[in-house]
């Protein structure tokens, strides 16, 4: 199946620090999605993107559908310590009954 | 988005038994899935389940062990059958936008099982 290879495993930053993690594929997916798990809770999502080339904010968070549609970047800003956790992209192909694969996460500790 | 609930949220089970978790979701949506997150790892997809029909499983996943009922619009449950300790993992259901709108999917809190 579709495999996502998400970068970096791990990442320990100072608070005020920006961040930045990413995903490929060597599939073409027509969504890509960006989530955040905390212990104990399901994850949560961050930002969709829909186009490639899509580049979408959410506050402090930045994301990216890359134009070849099998890559995609998140950026965090100005980190805080409530952004510990681990971030997770997930690659969707409508095409192919809504299957969606996800990166093996990106676990986050911000140091304050 | 949509408003998940999971029961249990935890359980300890002893090998050889079987668990039935529950999904509900507060609004109606076409399609339900089940994943399984084992320790410190990434999802993993182990059904889809549509209501009316029966479940689609992944490669690696059967319904003798990971049986699916579909009811309805808002509800599903995955039951884990006869287990062992590989089995313990957190469960999770997530749905399609119950707008139909976007090619998303919103995650329940998840079901942490021990089996031992």
């Known amino acids: 199946g579709q495999q996502l290879n998400q970068s970096p495993q791990s990442m320990f930053i100072q608070e005020g620090e920006d961040v930045s993690m990413n995903c490929t594929s060597s599939s073409i997916f027509n969504t890509w999605l960006w989530y955040k798990q905390d212990p104990g809770e399901g994850p949560v999502l961050l930002i969709a993107?829909?186009?490639?080339?899509e580049l979408t904010s959410n506050g402090r968070l930045t994301a990216q559908f890359g134009i070849t549609r099998k890559d995609s970047f998140l950026n965090i800003s100005a980190s805080i310590p409530s952004d510990v956790g681990i971030y997770f992209c997930a690659g969707q192909n409508k095409y192919n009954n809504n299957d969606m694969r996800f990166g093996a996460g990106t676990r986050l500790t911000v140091k304050p | 988005s949509a408003v998940i609930s999971q029961k249990p949220s935890r359980d300890i089970c002893q090998r050889g038994t079987s668990l039935t978790i529950q999904c509900q979701v507060d609004s109606q949506v076409t399609m339900m899935f089940w994943y399984r997150q084992q320790p410190g790892q990434s999802l993993t997809l182990i059904a889809t389940a549509n209501q009316g029909s029966e479940a689609t499983y992944e490669s690696g996943f059967v319904i003798d062990k990971f049986p699916i009922s579909r009811p309805n619009l808002t509800f599903s449950t995955l039951t884990v059958s006869n287990m062992s300790p590989e089995d313990s993992s957190i469960y999770l259901c997530?749905?399609?936008?119950?707008?139909?709108?976007?090619?998303?999917?919103?995650f329940g809190p998840g079901t942490r099982l021990t089996v031992l």
């Open positions: 993107l829909y186009k490639a080339g």
């Open positions: 997530s749905v399609d936008d119950p707008r139909g709108f976007t090619d998303t999917q919103y």
